[in-house]
C-alpha cells in the first residue's frame, strides 16, 4: 500500500480542510480524511498511451482483470431481462434469474464460439443464431437440434462459462476474471463514502455516450482531476475552487479527489467579491426564475456564460457584472 504523506506539492491557497475548519455546521468524517499519496515526479512515457504491445498487456492486466460496469438494476427488473456487455473484443451477458439475483455469463456459443446474443432485452432462453444450440437463462444447457451428431457432449456440464457479476447502489459489474477479489472488497470504502445519497433508490433517466478516438488514459483522466476547469472551462471559474482540490488515495483501488462549489478559483482575482456574486455566477442571473442575489434595482440583462466569465470589474447597479479576470 502507497505510504500518504502530508502537505506534498500542494496549492497555496485555502485547502478544503481550512474550509471544513470554517464551516459553522460538523462536516461527515469521510470528508475529514486526508490521505494524499507521493507517486514522484518521474515523467511517463509516451509509449504508454501510444504502444499496442502495452495496450495488449493493459488488456490483459486491466480490463480483463477488474470490475467493469454494465447497467443499471433498474434496467433489467425482471426475470430474463438481459444485458449485452462488450469490452476490448470480449462480450457478456447479464441476465436477471427468476429468484431475483444476476448471474453472467462469456458470451459465446460453446459450438462454434459464435456470439450468443446479439442484443439486450428481455429473453426466455439463449439460441444461438449458427447452429441453434439453446441454453436456458440460468446457463443450464436446454437443448442440440442433432443432439444425435455429438454423443461426446455431456449436457450437464454444457452449462454457459460463468463469470463473476457484482452490484453497488444500483450499478452492476461484471469481470472476466473468475478468481477475482469480490466487488464488495474492491469498492470498500466506496460506499460508506456515498452513504448519504441513497444512490440505490436512484434512476437513470437519459443515457448519453460517445466513442473518443483516443487512449482510454488520455480520456478518463480528464474526470481525475480539476486543474483544467481554468483553461477549459473558464465560465466555472468563478465558483468552482479548482486548483486548490484535495486529492486522496482510500485503498488500492479507490482514490477520489473533493472540490468546493461556490469559492472562487484561486487562479482569478476574486479576493473582494461578495458571496452574493459567486452565488449569481452559480445559479444563474437574476430573473432566470429566481430573485435577484446581491443587488437592487433593475434586473441586468443576460449574458453568455462564456462572457460572464471574461471578467469582472465592480459597474453602477444598472449594468451587468462580467466575471472573473484571471490573475
Same mark, same amino acid.
Given at each position: 500500500?502507497?505510504?500518504?504523506?502530508?502537505?506534498?506539492?500542494?496549492? !497555496?491557497?485555502?485547502?478544503?480542510?481550512?474550509?471544513?475548519?470554517?464551516?459553522?455546521?460538523?462536516?461527515?468524517?469521510?470528508?475529514?480524511?486526508?490521505?494524499?499519496?507521493?507517486?514522484?515526479?518521474?515523467?511517463?512515457?509516451?509509449?504508454?498511451?501510444?504502444?499496442?504491445?502495452?495496450?495488449?498487456?493493459?488488456?490483459?492486466?486491466?480490463?480483463?482483470?477488474?470490475?467493469?460496469?454494465?447497467?443499471?438494476?433498474?434496467?433489467?427488473?425482471?426475470?430474463?431481462? @438481459?444485458?449485452?456487455?462488450?469490452?476490448?473484443?470480449?462480450?457478456?451477458?447479464?441476465?436477471?434469474?427468476?429468484?431475483?439475483?444476476?448471474?453472467?455469463?462469456?458470451?459465446?456459443?460453446?459450438?462454434?464460439?459464435?456470439?450468443?446474443?446479439?442484443?439486450?432485452?428481455?429473453?426466455?432462453?439463449?439460441?444461438?443464431?449458427?447452429?441453434?444450440?439453446?441454453?436456458?437463462?440460468?446457463?443450464?444447457?436446454?437443448?442440440?437440434?442433432? +443432439?444425435?451428431?455429438?454423443?461426446?457432449?455431456?449436457?450437464?456440464?454444457?452449462?454457459?462459462?460463468?463469470?463473476?457479476?457484482?452490484?453497488?447502489?444500483? /450499478?452492476?459489474?461484471?469481470? /472476466?476474471?473468475?478468481?477475482?477479489?469480490?466487488?464488495? #472488497?474492491?469498492?470498500?470504502?466506496? !460506499?460508506?463514502?456515498?452513504?448519504?445519497?441513497?444512490?440505490?433508490?436512484?434512476?437513470?433517466?437519459?443515457?448519453?455516450?460517445?466513442?473518443?478516438?483516443?487512449?482510454?488514459?488520455?480520456?478518463?483522466?480528464? /474526470?481525475? #482531476?480539476?486543474?483544467?476547469?481554468?483553461?477549459?472551462?473558464?465560465?466555472?471559474?468563478?465558483?468552482?475552487?479548482?486548483?486548490?482540490?484535495?486529492?486522496?488515495?482510500?485503498?488500492?483501488?479507490?482514490?477520489?479527489?473533493?472540490? +468546493?462549489?461556490?469559492?472562487?478559483? !484561486?487562479?482569478?482575482?476574486?479576493?473582494?467579491?461578495?458571496?452574493?456574486?459567486?452565488?449569481?455566477?452559480?445559479?444563474?442571473?437574476?430573473?432566470?426564475?429566481?430573485?435577484?442575489?446581491?443587488?437592487?434595482?433593475?434586473?441586468?440583462?443576460? @449574458?453568455?456564460?462564456?462572457?460572464?466569465?471574461?471578467?469582472?470589474?465592480?459597474?453602477?447597479?444598472?449594468?451587468?457584472?462580467?466575471?472573473? @479576470?484571471?490573475?
Amino acid at each position: 500500500m502507497n505510504i500518504p504523506v502530508k502537505g506534498v506539492n500542494r496549492s !497555496p491557497a485555502v485547502s478544503y480542510q481550512e474550509l471544513l475548519d470554517r464551516d459553522t455546521r460538523d462536516p461527515p468524517d469521510i470528508l475529514r480524511l486526508d490521505q494524499p499519496v507521493d507517486f514522484g515526479s518521474e515523467p511517463i512515457a509516451a509509449s504508454r498511451y501510444t504502444s499496442e504491445a502495452f495496450f495488449k498487456r493493459e488488456i490483459e492486466k486491466v480490463f480483463l482483470k477488474t470490475w467493469q460496469y454494465v447497467c443499471r438494476e433498474e434496467e433489467m427488473p425482471s426475470p430474463g431481462d @438481459t444485458q449485452v456487455f462488450e469490452v476490448v473484443g470480449h462480450s457478456a451477458i447479464v441476465v436477471r434469474q427468476k429468484d431475483g439475483g444476476l448471474k453472467a455469463f462469456r458470451n459465446v456459443c460453446l459450438h462454434r464460439g459464435r456470439r450468443l446474443v446479439t442484443e439486450s432485452g428481455c429473453k426466455s432462453q439463449f439460441r444461438c443464431p449458427y447452429h441453434g444450440f439453446t441454453w436456458n437463462t440460468d446457463g443450464s444447457f436446454k437443448e442440440n437440434p442433432m +443432439a444425435w451428431d455429438f454423443p461426446e457432449i455431456d449436457e450437464e456440464r454444457f452449462g454457459l462459462p460463468e463469470i463473476p457479476v457484482g452490484s453497488w447502489g444500483g /450499478f452492476v459489474f461484471v469481470n /472476466f476474471d473468475v478468481g477475482a477479489q469480490p466487488l464488495a #472488497e474492491v469498492a470498500d470504502p466506496l !460506499p460508506r463514502h456515498f452513504a448519504r445519497w441513497k444512490i440505490a433508490d436512484c434512476y437513470k433517466s437519459a443515457h448519453v455516450a460517445k466513442v473518443v478516438p483516443a487512449n482510454w488514459k488520455a480520456v478518463i483522466e480528464a /474526470f481525475l #482531476e480539476s486543474h483544467h476547469v481554468y483553461t477549459t472551462h473558464p465560465q466555472f471559474s468563478g465558483f468552482i475552487a479548482d486548483a486548490n482540490a484535495q486529492y486522496d488515495v482510500l485503498s488500492e483501488h479507490v482514490t477520489r479527489f473533493l472540490t +468546493a462549489n461556490g469559492l472562487p478559483s !484561486p487562479l482569478i482575482d476574486a479576493a473582494d467579491w461578495p458571496e452574493e456574486k459567486v452565488a449569481e455566477l452559480m445559479l444563474g442571473p437574476p430573473g432566470a426564475g429566481r430573485p435577484p442575489t446581491w443587488r437592487r434595482g433593475r434586473p441586468p440583462a443576460p @449574458t453568455s456564460p462564456r462572457r460572464r466569465a471574461s471578467g469582472w470589474r465592480p459597474r453602477p447597479a444598472t449594468t451587468t457584472p462580467t466575471p472573473p @479576470t484571471p490573475r
